[in-house]
């Protein structure tokens, strides 16, 4: 299999509210992925590097890529920015996947970083919605909480869902947090307390909607080559697929589902040539808990309208056949923009690898992360393999 | 030789202070490169596309990728924004290359695009400065403007330099933008009326400074195999290079020149396999009048300190043996900021076809166009050939 790259090194720092600044941050996942190489790594190797960051706050709106260089301490290092809002790090990774693939770099390293907690409330507000359609949703007032509620709405009523399965979703994903030393929230929950919580955007409650945390993720890839000389277990990128759709949710065709998610990964599955019953273990972009139950279906794993049931079965728990978000996903662990498409890759190659410790979903062998920027607009699917 | 990829088409709105908002600007310049491909192209066939933007002004922060998508009218098309403030064009072009020659994406299109003008005086002064360092020189008041004219004196106290050599280029590059119908600035103007313009930082003046520009620019970019189905005359990437700097520039060894700049150009001349004599035709990073001359050594096209008396010689004009910015440059054309770099390669791909028309460049067959970010911190050069 050519135009593949390997992952031979992951790092990542604490998620939540930190006291660290934005470069503290960055340089704990890069010299985390660094010193994770089994047979080390000389950083001067390095030839290209990836920045994924909404810059969230603005301590650094343009040309933030530099600071990757200065942070790896390699001087003069070719970085690269790449924002897809959330999916950032998923986009990301696949560019780097490319650079890797197309023969013009043999190592390149990815990172993701935002400082989120560090900013005033109203530039919090704010923030928080420009990666929202500001021409006509984000300037009227609509927040991603709005979205996520009202395609809850819309789910719980055509499917005669109960918000039970919501309430699940936060259950399963607080309890593999609880696991995770690096997760924003290390906490178990009730069910009685999802769904008693105050509403954000009805139906969603508090335990409905993912914190706001800060935090960083590296991870380092090689040519398949350079991978085996540096590690005796790489993790393999086996296929990449991607997609878009409208801005602007009031334009799309359905509110039960992303296109954007669908479009991606029928190709990363096209790609890497397995089929969905192949996946060991999946990191979904569970933003909001209606999030991944629209991301169960569309990756394909069940029917529309069958993730509420599949949930309530326990098939998605750590322990069930198809384990979803072990490392706590964006509800538990955090969400730090840029850096939770990094964090999902760092997380598989724990888990392809046997390294994920009290979290560790046994005998995976095939993974993938799916990383929605916004609302659905860009969705990056990847899917990674033992080889 | 392999891992290369070549550009089919090319589009270019207006720059200037347009009336056109940044979905229409886009759409001009999409729409042209589409109409350029000389055997017709099928939308449909583009399989990625980057977005090249600094979202100055905030109309779109966050997830503008997925703007191209609908603008280009391919739903669904996998998109990607790259920033790298003023080098974001060159560099989404880079990441385009590697999409094609990893063989992930056999059609790829890349826009630049920037609406400046369409914002209050006090968000564009905010939003002229985010690409410098933030936490130690923005803040403290120090503009682009600010670090230029800091170069500036360095350079002319250095080699003793009269400022005639900055005024030399805004001559040059007015008169190159007279021909240029899509130029911001279409009147050539005197040494005289340049060396007299109001100071903004001394010793630069009026005509020293770029406008500040709306405009957008778009290419296609095709596998070398796909584009000779699409044209007799394919302009192909023979090499890229690119690198940063320290993102402040009090940490920077050195204010005569940026070492991004040269690093970026060694990189690209060892991979295209040519040397400096080779070049026809060149498009360098004129935010500044200082920037060409501090760009014609960084390329090394000639050793530090030379560049003013071979302004002054008149090589760099388009009758010249070096011919700088045909197009008029930033100077002249003007400085969209994230349209600039694919601009460039809109010019070279119509000066290597010998279809630039009135600014003509005679028998053109190799080219190299040079774009930075903020002051240096990142670069990213590239270099085309008829094959």
Known sequence: MGHRAAIVGAGHSRFGVLAEGPRALLRTALDGAVA???RGLDRSAIARGYLATLGFGGWQIGNAS????????????????????????????????????????????????????????????????VSGDTEWERQAGLTFAGV?????????????????????????????????????FQKPIRREQALSSPKVADPLG??????????????????????????????????????????AVQERDDLLGFSASR?????????????????????AHDCFTI?????LEDLGFCGRGEAAALTLAGATRRTGRLPVNPDGGLKAKGHPIGATGVSQAYELFLQLRGAAGARQVPGARTALAHNVGGAGATAAVTIFSTG
């Open 263 to 283: 479009r991606a990964a029928d190709a990363a599955f096209r790609a890497a040539g397995v089929r969905r019953e192949g996946i060991s273990v999946v990191e």
């Open 148 to 184: 996520y509620g009202l395609l809850a709405s819309a789910y719980l009523d055509r499917y005669r869902v109960s918000p039970e399965a919501l309430a699940e979703v936060a259950v399963k994903n607080h309890e593999n947090g609880a696991l995770n030393p690096n997760a924003h």
């Open 36 to 38: 994770s190489v089994d």
């Open 291 to 295: 999030a991944e139950l629209l991301a």
């Open 66 to 129: 530099a600071v990757l260089a200065e942070e790896l301490g390699v001087p003069g290092l070719p970085t690269v920015r790449v924002e897809n809002a959330c999916a950032s790090g998923g986009f990301a990774l696949q560019e780097a996947v490319q650079a890797v693939a197309s023969g013009h770099s043999e190592l390149v390293v990815v990172a993701g970083l935002e400082k989120m907690t560090d900013v005033s409330s109203a530039r919090r507000r704010y923030w928080l919605g």
């Open 206 to 247: 508090l335990y409905d909607c993912c914190p706001v945390s800060d935090g960083a993720a590296a991870v380092v890839l090689a040519s398949p080559e350079l991978a085996r000389r540096l590690t005796d277990s790489p993790v393999y990128v086996d296929g990449v697929g991607a997609a878009s759709d409208r801005l």
